[in-house]
């Protein structure tokens, strides 16, 4: 008994659904910065710390983005929670603002994001 299997893969899909994932891990990670802006959670005088947020996409490619926060003072007021923040402008900030999209009650926020992002991207292909 012979079988014989023909495979054809469509290019251009491929090409969309590669493109589909690199554009939906791009919009988690939108998505967690405004949600670190919208839960007031970062330290705020000026503003500027909150205002240096982007998303870094030079390593999408590879699978991965990175949410940076650049100023001279980002680290240091990060690494230090036990400053006495005011509370007046971000009734929440604090030292480790990230801490509970990685391991804390928002861990769970970049597995629920990014498949929605991809079916939406996705032309239909992902169903």
Do not use: C
Not at 13 to 20: M, R, S
Not at 55 to 70: E, P
Not at 71 to 81: E, G, S, V
């Amino acid at each position: 008994m012979t079988v014989k299997v023909t495979i054809k893969l469509d290019k251009a899909k491929l090409a969309t659904l590669d493109e589909a994932q690199k554009k939906a891990l791009e919009l988690t990670g939108e998505a967690v910065k405004s949600d670190i802006v919208t839960s007031a959670v970062v330290p705020k005088n000026t503003g500027e710390l909150e205002r240096s947020a982007f998303v870094d996409n030079s390593k999408v490619k590879s699978g991965k983005i990175s949410i940076i926060f650049d100023t001279p003072y980002a680290r240091r007021l990060y690494w230090h929670p036990e400053y006495n923040f005011r509370k007046d402008k971000n009734v929440n900030a604090q030292g480790k603002w990230m801490q509970s999209y990685i391991d804390g009650d928002k861990k769970d926020m970049t597995k629920e994001n990014y498949p929605k992002f991809l079916k939406m991207l996705s032309k239909g292909l992902i169903k």
